[in-house]
């Protein structure tokens, strides 16, 4: 049954419903074929587009939404909650809009950001390398001064969209140190920039995971974004924002496989009764529902916060935490709910339970996200 939820506005109302809409008529029909057979869905970000669900949490003026956190975020989980794999793709959408909305001119916004936010373009975030994943500073791809831009040599990894985005924020080092590491918004049609072939994952299998090469590939100066060595202080800015996007997926996720698992349990019988009635099933189902419900609490809390002008770096590591380590266990005991039943592809469940494990891992792994929370304390 839909979620319940307590929105700050009937326009925010008549957006979720909208939502629902486009999740049950576009995406629910198609996303067990396209998961099972590993194949890009043309047309959907399109669709999710022109619906205007790519740029909802950034200004009118921009083509955007003008939506508040606290409603986008509610967003994703719907669209989680119908397929995890596009979900995760439009809030990286949205993260890969960040860099370019708050550290770009006037005249970049101008000529990108519209086109991003209502689809036209699809954007990518470009930041892990082989050897740099948790450790942001260690940044090897180089971006070396030419006339009028970058001549750029390196290998990226882990790019959501690789290889489809038009667009990818890519952080390069142009310096020595932390301090020597800046932000490109670099084309796929660029010269010298390849992508691999698709990562194989355990799951998240309709959108493509990729990483990218380029060997003397030339990006124009006006293509930097912001100041040369700001790079860093862009992606961890960026990704307070995305953490807040995982968790809301993550939430989106763990509320498909309570509902399937309460669904299973109401129609399956034994010992002459729905398995939901016997008390320690229900036992089980209720922890499942208090932790999509604390997961979903949590990131609400962040993003007021954000909404608010607060300081939510800490909510975010904290939203991103306990929402996917929710996730991990809610599909988990999905799976266990609906016995052997739940460990075959006939039932979707399998496929949630593989596709939690890697939000545990993205936009900061779970055990960098104790290491944030942690710092705040020593503070």
């Given at each position: 049954?839909?979620v319940?939820r307590l929105?700050?506005?009937?326009e925010?109302?008549?957006l979720?419903d ?7 008529r ?5 996303v067990d074929?396209h ?15 022109d619906a ?6 950034y ?9 508040p956190?606290?409603v986008?975020?509610?967003?994703l ?5 119908r397929?995890a ?10 993260l890969a809009c960040?860099?370019l909305?708050?550290?770009?001119t ?7 950001l519209?086109d991003?936010?209502?689809?036209r373009l ?6 892990s390398?082989p050897q740099?994943g948790?450790d942001?500073?260690?940044v090897a ?7 009028g ?9 882990w790019i959501t969209?690789g290889?489809i985005a ?10 020595e140190g ?6 490109l918004?670099?084309p796929?049609e ?6 691999g072939?698709p990562e194989?994952k355990?799951?998240?299998?309709a959108v493509p995971t990729a990483?990218a090469?380029?060997?003397d590939a030339?990006v124009?100066a006006?293509?930097?974004l912001?100041?040369?060595g700001?790079g860093?202080?862009?992606?961890f800015?960026?990704l ?5 996007g995982?968790?809301?997926?993550a939430?989106g996720?763990a509320q498909?496989?309570?509902d ?6 109401k129609e ?5 009764k729905a398995?939901i009635?016997?008390?320690?099933l229900?036992f089980l189902?209720?922890?499942m529902?208090?932790?999509v419900?604390?997961?979903r609490a949590t990131?609400?809390d ?5 909404d ?6 800490r909510?975010?590591?904290?939203a991103?935490?306990v929402a996917t380590?929710?996730a991990?266990?809610?599909t988990?005991?999905?799976v266990?709910?609906?016995?052997g039943?739940?460990?075959?592809r006939?039932?979707r ?5 593989r596709?939690?494990k890697i939000m545990?891992i993205?936009e900061?792994?779970?055990q960098?996200?104790r290491?944030v ?5 020593a503070?």
């Open positions: 049954m839909p319940d929105l700050p506005s009937d925010a109302h008549d979720i909208l939502v629902r809409d486009v999740g049950d576009l995406l629910e029909p198609i074929a998961e099972k057979n590993e194949t890009y869905p043309d047309g959907v970000f399109a669709a999710l587009g205007g669900l790519l740029g909802l949490p200004p009118e003026e921009h083509d955007g939404g003008g939506q956190y606290e986008y975020l509610q967003v989980e719907e669209l989680a909650s397929w794999s596009v979900s995760v793709a439009v809030s990286v959408h949205g960040f860099p909305f708050t550290y770009g006037d005249e970049q916004k101008q000529r990108w519209p991003l936010l209502n689809g699809i954007g990518a975030y470009s930041l390398e740099a948790s942001a500073a260690a791809c180089r971006a070396t001064p030419v006339d831009g970058y001549s750029v040599t390196g290998t990226k990894s969209h290889g038009d667009v990818y924020n890519t952080f390069v080092r142009t310096g932390s301090k020597g590491i800046s932000c918004l670099i796929r660029s010269d010298g920039l390849e992508f072939r194989e355990m799951g998240l299998h990483a090469s380029y060997s030339f124009g006006d293509r930097l912001g100041e040369p700001q860093l202080q862009i992606a800015s960026a307070d924002s995305g953490r807040l995982i968790a809301a997926c939430t996720l498909a496989a309570l399937a698992a309460v669904d299973y349990a399956r019988q034994t010992f002459g398995i009635d016997h008390q320690g229900s189902l209720a922890d529902a208090a932790a419900d604390s997961a990131y609400l962040a993003a007021r916060r954000r608010a002008g607060r300081d939510y770096s909510a975010a590591a904290t991103k935490l380590d929710a991990m266990k809610v988990t005991d999905a266990q709910v609906l016995g039943n739940g460990y075959t006939d039932f469940v399998e496929r949630f339970m596709e939690a545990q993205f900061g792994t779970n960098i996200q290491l929370i942690g710092r705040s304390l503070k």
